[in-house]
């Protein structure tokens, strides 16, 4: 199918099919590639085909803006570098959050800071079942005495509040992440996800491990976030299981629509006097359908 839609397309401009199959590459699509390839689609898609792997290893000399969209202007804070020995390759992926980028008010009067890159591919969505993996290096220097910091997410984005509720439609904010990995103390890596369905923000953990300054950790992600109980996830990092939440994820009790649940790589952290700017590398970000498909160290 790959080779097809590259000989159809070679810039492969369609990131998502109707039928289902996910390309990676830019977001731009066309209503020809769409017109044409549809009911071939129907022809052959089975649950085996659903989801082409697709791969970030950051080699190339600069982030790829068609599939990364920073959360900010900021230039530099988003860079390919090799000042550190790639997890894949010869690159990777540097971040930095400065203090004050894109400052926001968090939902209990907290000041935030972030910079992360989220993905423009359509790769998680609600509903349905992926297999993910990405590595991570945190240097040395990185703020072991800092505040709250997230380093990895996927939220539910929805449809703005509209001036007047619909009678009988619910409306809490969506504070948490539906899954997000907090980096404590800069030296512990700890999985939650949020289930709220009274607007209550309820959140689980799913387990916390330690990690080594100054080298990488390969850490994987199999889920499939669901409003009822089919949800799950499951982490392990470094080939060790960290644990695993089955249930609702997410904002059930939101009543304003769901539009994606992209997932985001880089630094949100409360804002704090002096804690300065903060770097973390990431490297091979993958998508998949099984866990075969992440080509996994
Ligand atoms: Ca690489």
């Known amino acids: 199918m790959a080779a097809l839609l590259k000989l159809l397309n070679p810039a492969r401009a369609v990131p998502q099919l109707r039928c289902g199959i996910v390309l990676e590459g830019s977001t731009r699509s066309t209503g020809f590639m769409r017109v044409a390839l549809f009911p071939l689609c129907l022809l052959v898609a089975s649950p085996a085909m659903a989801r082409e792997p697709a791969r970030d290893d950051f080699e190339a000399s600069a982030v790829d803006g068609a599939r990364w969209r920073p959360s900010g202007p900021q230039p530099g804070r988003a860079v390919t570098t090799a000042e550190v020995p790639a997890f894949h390759g010869g690159r990777c992926l540097k971040v930095t959050v400065e203090p004050g980028d894109n400052a926001m008010q968090g939902r209990q009067g907290n000041l935030t800071e972030r910079f992360e890159l989220t993905l423009r591919p359509v790769e998680v969505r609600l509903g349905e079942e992926v297999w ?14 800092g505040p709250r910091t997230l380093i990895h997410q ?41 289930s709220s369905v009274d607007c209550d923000h309820s959140r689980h953990e799913l387990g916390v491990r330690p990690i080594v300054p100054g080298r990488w950790h390969e850490i994987v992600v199999h889920t499939r976030p669901a409003h009822d109980a089919r949800g799950f996830v499951e982490v392990w990092i470094d080939g060790e299981r960290l644990g695993r939440y089955q249930g609702i994820m997410g904002y059930v009790c939101h009543g304003l629509g769901h539009i994606d649940t992209q997932p985001r790589f880089g630094i949100y952290r409360d804002a704090a006097p002096g804690l300065g700017a903060a770097t973390l590398y990431y490297d091979a970000i993958r998508f998949a359908a099984t866990r075969e498909g992440l080509q996994l160290r």
């Open 132 to 145: 993910y993996a990405f590595a991570l290096r945190v240097p040395a220097d990185f703020p072991t005495g």
């Open 154 to 194: 996927f939220k539910e984005n929805v449809r703005p509040r509209p001036p007047q509720l619909a009678p009988g439609v619910k409306h809490c904010e969506k504070a948490s992440p539906a899954f997000a990995l907090y980096l404590r103390g800069g030296r512990e890596l700890a999985a939650l996800v949020a």
